[in-house]
């Protein structure tokens, strides 16, 4: 492959084609403004059914409260591009779930927000 060809950039540019690409400012994290996450994960299995036209993903997370964090009521997990077809808690079809943006919001409670 030319170097100047590349899939990003088709039409080539000999010019710029070992050009380094400035990069971006880190974020600042600071460890005052770190908070525990308030779900731990202890076990996670995913099955995978990879397809040519789609794939699914069956996702089985065995979640707890994390005692040394503030409680949320939700699980927020970040779906990017997820669609869900169904959604269940210990078993049982939950109803109280929803999409925000790319994100599933789900209450293993029942209440969600």
């Not at 939950?94 to 029942?110: F, I, K, R």
Request: aromatic letters at 4%; one cysteine or more.
């Amino acid at each position: 492959m030319d170097i100047a060809r590349t899939p990003s950039n088709p039409d080539g540019n000999p010019e710029m084609a070992d050009a380094v690409a400035q990069p971006k400012e880190p974020p600042q994290i600071r460890r005052e403004d770190y908070t525990p996450f308030p779900w731990l994960l202890p076990e996670v299995a995913l099955d995978f059914d990879l397809g040519m036209e789609r794939t699914r993903v069956v996702a089985r997370l065995a979640v707890q409260r994390n005692p040394d964090a503030e409680a949320s009521p939700t699980i927020r997990l970040n779906g990017d591009g997820a669609d869900p077809l169904d959604v269940t808690v210990d078993g049982v079809p939950a109803n109280s779930w929803h999409m925000d943006g790319p994100d599933l919001v789900v209450s293993p409670d029942g209440r969600c927000s």
